[in-house]
T-cell receptor, first 114, second 110 residues
């Protein structure tokens, strides 16, 4: 079974530029999560999708971050415009349901904002 | 007060010793507790989950939960150099998000 796929793996941009990350969850997983992990910290949930509906986006900085999950499969996370403090690893995870199911993480995208 | 707090690291133990990792949480209604392992430059990987008070053993790993004290721990017996990683404690309330601690870096010295 293929794992969670993410691209790109690394991205370097200058502040005020925009950037987009892509995630393809494990086949059949209804729930998809985007996390932000700043160096030295644990992952912080940005947004959670159940199929193509948003379950939790309370910690998403909506003035600059947006995310969508078309057709309940792939997802894209966008930052526009980026700030220096957005430098982090962006992790995508998926699970079959939300309740007690294991979340499987993708390899992440390391973003550096200069 | 942070929702999930882990003992500050880094923690260093000799090979073959028991490594003890601790975590406290602030919300009494938390129901699910997880330990993730994260190797440097890699993504988190679930190694243990525990939902009720007491101990849960899986190979060399034992998770311990005490809801009255709002405390969860992970013991790693016969520690190996391959266990060197950051260990993340995560907690979830019913119907809510997974909240992670900042992690404890463990080094097992040969």
């Amino acid at each position: 079974e293929a794992g969670v796929a993410q691209s790109p793996r690394y991205k370097i941009i200058e502040k005020r530029q925009s950037v987009a990350f892509w995630c393809n969850p494990i086949s059949g997983h209804a729930t998809l999560y985007w996390y932000q992990q700043i160096l030295g910290q644990g992952p912080k949930l940005l947004i959670q999708f159940q199929n193509n509906g948003v379950v939790d986006d309370s910690q998403l900085p909506k003035d600059r971050f947006s995310a969508e999950r078309l057709k309940g499969v792939d997802s894209t996370l966008k930052i526009q415009p980026a700030k220096l403090e957005d430098s982090a690893v962006y992790l995508c995870a998926s699970s079959t349901r939300t309740a007690t199911d294991t979340q499987y993480f993708g390899p992440g995208t390391r973003l550096t904002v200069l | 007060q942070k929702e999930v707090e882990q003992n500050s690291g880094p923690l260093s133990v000799p090979e073959g010793a028991i490594a003890s990792l601790n975590c406290t949480y602030s919300d009494r209604v938390s129901q699910s507790f997880f330990w993730y392992r994260q190797y440097s430059g890699k993504s988190p990987e679930l190694i243990m989950s525990i939902y009720s008070n007491g101990d849960k053993e899986d190979g060399r790993f034992t998770a311990q939960l005490n809801k009255a004290s709002q405390y969860v721990s992970l013991l790693i017996r016969d520690s190996q150099p391959s266990d060197s990683a950051t260990y993340l404690c995560a907690v979830r309330k019913e119907g809510s998000r997974l909240t992670f601690g900042e992690g404890t870096q463990l080094t097992v010295n040969p």
